[in-house]
């Protein structure tokens, strides 16, 4: 069955708080074999003119990730999720996100489109501060393969 | 006293010079590690038994772990990489990682494409696992030092 069109324009709010910890950008960072000082020695970031350890260019995924499954396990959204892949992934910074940072999520679903027997669902999301301050943007392709609806 | 990092300058980069490559293993430890730092614990990632029932040719990496890895030829290259502003790829192909002590490995070289008014350079991203392109469309775009 066919995603429902009817979700394009839809807005999610991810309204509980995400924290950036120390240890968790510490622990990303080695977890891809990262050994950057300004992922782990909070001097050597400070030296780099940061406040604190900066998480590494994909690790705003581990947020946007819980917020998207929240919005993809809406039944009326018809996503079979055993039938997905990931796409596609763009990350576009406002500015660093830094260890201690505390952010919320909110996911728009921009558009649904078919390519051949395939549904692309594309999320864009927004990272901000409880105040209101963007980081980052990111776009997410999720291919639904051959769920697209048959002709005549 | 931590050493201030040291970032390229705009000037001293032409469109055209070749970043790389670099080469990252990947085994299975890797993905398991992967799984609990990211919390994508997505059974095709660590279980064979279930990978292969799907019609995958064995585990595979995710696709955020190899977009990680090839980030790593922008963000070594710069030094600090809260100046890689902009980041994206396609996941065209699967990276298969065989249970054995070799594993595989995603080989990456980054092009420097365009240089940009405002201290930007884009980079192109290639990036092969096993003679094969895994990525596509990936670049990003990397603000220099003056």
Redesign the interface.
Known sequence: MAINRDFIGRTYEFETPYQVGRE?VR??A?????Q????H?V??A???G?RDL?A???FP??IT??AMIGAMGDPELNLNYAMV?????????SR?LYAGDEVVVDSVVADISVIGRNELLTMEQHVKTLDGELIVTT?N?TVSRGTAPQEG | MAAAVSVPSFDSVNVGDKIGPATFPIQRINLVMYCGASGDFNVIHWNERIATAVGLPNVIAHGMFTMAQAARVLTDFVGDPSRVIDYGVRFTKPVPVPDDDIGTAVEVTGTISEKRDDGTIVVDLNATANGVDVLGKARGIVRLGD
């Open positions: 968790k622990e990303f080695t977890a891809i074999g990262d950057n000082p300004l992922y020695n001097e050597a400070q030296a780099a940061h900066i590494p260019p994909t995924f581990v990730y819980r892949v990931h796409g596609e992934q763009k990350f576009t910074y660093p776009k392709v």
